[in-house]
């Protein structure tokens, strides 16, 4: 078995970002660097309120988060000044 670390959420959020590009079997998982993520993305909400949680497991070391990748009417630019 792969040797497990704890990352910070923000690796988390930027696998989650990798996953919207990339194949999941070319995403390393941020725990242990396996390259056997799942992902399912859940549409919630209506309108402007209308956003994404994107879930993702890893099928080697069982590590599993959610991230909201996408929020309805957020701007790439609004969405960093928050993060900062």
């Not at 070319?26 to 992902?39: E, H």
């Not at 993702?56 to 599993?64: D, K, L, P, V």
């Not at 929020?71 to 790439?76: L, Q, R, S």
Request: charged share 25%.
């Amino acid at each position: 078995m792969a040797e497990m670390k704890q990352p910070p959420f923000e690796e988390w959020v930027e696998t989650a970002h990798h996953l919207a590009r990339r194949s999941a079997s070319t995403v390393a998982c941020p725990c242990c660097g396996s390259t056997s993520l799942s992902v399912k993305d859940v549409e919630y909400g209506f309108g402007h309120d209308r956003g994404v949680q994107r879930y993702i497991s890893c099928g080697c070391c069982g590590a599993f988060t959610g991230v909201n990748v996408k929020c309805a009417g957020e701007t790439e630019k609004s969405a960093r000044r928050a993060a900062e």
